[in-house]
Every structure is written in structure tokens, then in C-alpha cells.
């Protein structure tokens, strides 16, 4: 079998091929820097060529079969623990490209009497060697994505406090643009924390969002029904004379809705709803 | 057929959602509690849904419906317990139950109903 050639080769040659890649790396720089040190470097090289002589004996260069899948599992495994240190793309992509030279200049060694399988030989290693450095690099890619991915739910979580400011009386000071998927979580995390606190009252404090445009409007009114039908009441405080302006002038109804220039009156407002108030002591030590 | 019990508290009577409701339910209980308003003269309507965990369209206006045909029979109707997840359906479904009084449980439901008897114009 035509395939097995390769595969032989990988085989016979695997320490020298070793050697002569980890040469390859450290002359690229990578041993340089202090993200890894020579051990590891050397045990993930090793790893990788015992892998990819099994995978290649049985299963020659189709690497999406099920032969490569233990090859496949190492690479992704290494792709996101060198994106994880910090490792560029073309860094993680150099530890599979970077196999390349040994192992053509193992297989001119080989088949310098067959100029015709030489290139064959050659040219199945090419393939070989770049699908796998592709799949690294997909790989690196996708543990990325997942660290953005965190990274945003993280912030939404943040983003989202609710706060007792007293018995009965809520308030969710809210920062920054509202879309809607934020609107959503802020919904879910308030009307959780009204069954919680079995409060009568939300503040919704939009002094920290820069811009109301008509759909952060409707997703205000959104939050606003929704806490209704809870028999809550809910008054919007941190209202900036643009933002005023702006609603009139896009004519969203929140006439049904309590609105306060600041947190402070809102809060006035609650206390005096639940029978209660804050005034100077007169008279007092 | 199943039916939902009406308990009849002092001038106040009392739904309780234990089910998950089906359309024919629904209209049984309008059916229902119309009746026993008139019946007994009840002057205010407490239902309890904390138990519902899933309402369609069909449910949440056929909540608005019972509301609304217990004040023309003369009763203020409460709605109490509703979920969060329930709550946040209705709005998304674009049902906001205008004009339907709502509370966070049963107690504070009793209250408002007291409340808003004692103020009312009659």
C-alpha cells in the first residue's frame, strides 16, 4: 500500500524526526520566551509523533477519519493551551507547519533512488502536515471564542446588581447600552429578586445608560409590564434632560409609567408609598 | 371534567390555579366564577397563580377575559403569584393585562382588595 510508505518512514525515523523538530521550533524563537520551557515543549512533540505515526499506520493521511481522532483531541488540546499562554495564531499553527522540513529531508534520504515516489511521498506529507496545521488553527480559534464567550456572560452578570435599598423597595441601577439580551438577563435577575425579596417597589435607575433610543424604550416598558403583572410598581429615576427630550421626541408612551429626574426623589416617592419618610430629627441628641 | 374550585371568602372569592390550565378549563372557570358573582354578590375576586408555570396567548387573554367580565358583574379582581417566567411571557406575547389589578401574593392581594373596596366610589 502505497500509503504505508509515509507512514513507515514517520515510524523508523521517529527520534531523529523529534530531534530535528524541536531544533526547527527553537530556531523559530518559540523556546525563547518563558510561555514554555524545553520539557514541555519536548513531551508535547513526543506526544504529537507517537500519535501521528499510529494514526498514519492505520488510517493514512485522511486525517477527519477515525484513525486521527486521538491526533485531533491533542491538537485541540494544544491549540487552547497555547491560546490560553497567550501564543499568537501563526505561533500555534508553527508547531505542526514547523515538522515539515524534517520530515522532507528524512524522505529524500529514503527514496533518493525514486525521484517518482520521492515526490509522491513528498507531496502526501505536504497534505498531511497542512490539514493538520489547519486544524490547529481552527482549534485556536474556537478556544478563543469560548474565552470571548465567558467573558461576555461574566459582563452581563456584572452588569446586572440588584440592590434592597429598603424593606419592600428594590433598585436596579443600570449602565450602559441596553440590547436585547441584556434586557433580557436584567428582566429575569429583577423579577427573581422580587419573588426573593417579596418587594412591592423597583427603582430602575437609568443614569448610566448613555442613549435611549426607541428600543431601549421598549425594553424599559418590557421590564416595566412585566414587574406589573407581579403587582410591582415600578418607577424610572435618572431620567438626563436629553434623554427626556429624546423620548418626547420619538413619542414613546411612558406617560403610564412614574418617572423621576433622580434616584434620590424616587426613592422619596417609594418611601412615602409604603406609609413612610426620612426627615431632620428635631429635637433630638 | 375537572374543575377549579371557587372558595368564597367573607365578600371576596378565592381562584386557586393548582393546575396547569387547558383551554377548556379556562372557559369552564369563566363560566364559573360569572355565576357564582352573581350568585354571591361577591365585591372582589382573588386569583391565585403561582402554581401556573406555562401560559400560551390563549390563557393570558382568557386571564384578561375573566378580569374584565368580573368588574362589569361588579367585582375587583386581583391577580396574584404571578411567575416570573409567566410574567415575562405575557409581555413578550404583547399581553400586558391593562386594567387588571396584580399582586405578589395572596396576603398583599387581600389588602389591595380591602383597600381599593374601601376607597371605591360605591
Not at chain 1, 150 to 166: D, F, G, I, Y
Not at chain 1, 233 to 260: F, M, N, W, Y
Amino acid at each position: 500500500m502505497a500509503n504505508g510508505r509515509l507512514a513507515q518512514v514517520l515510524e523508523r525515523h521517529r527520534a531523529q524526526l523529534s530531534s530535528d523538530w524541536i531544533r526547527e521550533q527553537t530556531a523559530d524563537g518559540v523556546l525563547r520566551d518563558t510561555r514554555i520551557d524545553e520539557a514541555e515543549l519536548r513531551g508535547q512533540c513526543d506526544e504529537f509523533l507517537a500519535l501521528l505515526v499510529r494514526a498514519t499506520l492505520e488510517g493514512g493521511t485522511n486525517v477527519s477519519g477515525p484513525a486521527f481522532a486521538p491526533v485531533r483531541d491533542m491538537l485541540e488540546r494544544m491549540a487552547r493551551w497555547r491560546g490560553e499562554r497567550g501564543f499568537t495564531p501563526s505561533q500555534t499553527a508553527l508547531f505542526v507547519l514547523s515538522l515539515k522540513k524534517p520530515i522532507f529531508s528524512r524522505i529524500r534520504v529514503d527514496f533518493e533512488r525514486e525521484p517518482g515516489a520521492l515526490f509522491q511521498e513528498i507531496w502526501r506529507a505536504t497534505e498531511l502536515i497542512d490539514s493538520l496545521a489547519l486544524l490547529t488553527t481552527e482549534a485556536f480559534q474556537r478556544g478563543r471564542e469560548a474565552v470571548i464567550a465567558r467573558q461576555q456572560a461574566e459582563m452581563l452578570e456584572l452588569s446586572t446588581p440588584v440592590v434592597k435599598l429598603w424593606e419592600g423597595i428594590l433598585a436596579l441601577p443600570l449602565i450602559g447600552t441596553l440590547d436585547s439580551a441584556r434586557t433580557q438577563t436584567v428582566m429575569e435577575t429583577l423579577l427573581q429578586r422580587v419573588v426573593e425579596t417579596g418587594s412591592e417597589i423597583v427603582i430602575i435607575d437609568i443614569t448610566g445608560v448613555p442613549t435611549v433610543d426607541t428600543l431601549v424604550a421598549q425594553h424599559l416598558l418590557k421590564t416595566v409590564s412585566a414587574a406589573r403583572l407581579m403587582g410591582v410598581e415600578c418607577i424610572i429615576s435618572g431620567v438626563r434632560p436629553q434623554i427626556a427630550q429624546t423620548i418626547v421626541h420619538l413619542g414613546v408612551a411612558l406617560s403610564d409609567v412614574i418617572t423621576k429626574a433622580n434616584l434620590a426623589d424616587a426613592f422619596k416617592l417609594a418611601l412615602s408609598k409604603r406609609g413612610m419618610g426620612i426627615g431632620a430629627r428635631t429635637g433630638g441628641v | 371534567m375537572d374543575r377549579i374550585p371557587i372558595l368564597k371568602m367573607g365578600a371576596f372569592l378565592l381562584v386557586t390555579i393548582q393546575v396547569d390550565m387547558h383551554d377548556r378549563l379556562a372557559m369552564a372557570l369563566q363560566d364559573d366564577l360569572s355565576n357564582k358573582i352573581v350568585e354571591t354578590g361577591a365585591r372582589g375576586v382573588l386569583i391565585d397563580i403561582s402554581s401556573l408555570e406555562m401560559v400560551d396567548s390563549f390563557i393570558g387573554r382568557m386571564i384578561a377575559n375573566i378580569a374584565s367580565v368580573a368588574r362589569v358583574l361588579d367585582a375587583e379582581t386581583v391577580v396574584v403569584g404571578m411567575r416570573p417566567a409567566v410574567a415575562i411571557t405575557l409581555v413578550e406575547l404583547g399581553l400586558s393585562l391593562h386594567g387588571v389589578r396584580t399582586a405578589l401574593d395572596v396576603e398583599r392581594g387581600m389588602e389591595l382588595l380591602e383597600t381599593a373596596l374601601a376607597d371605591g366610589p360605591r
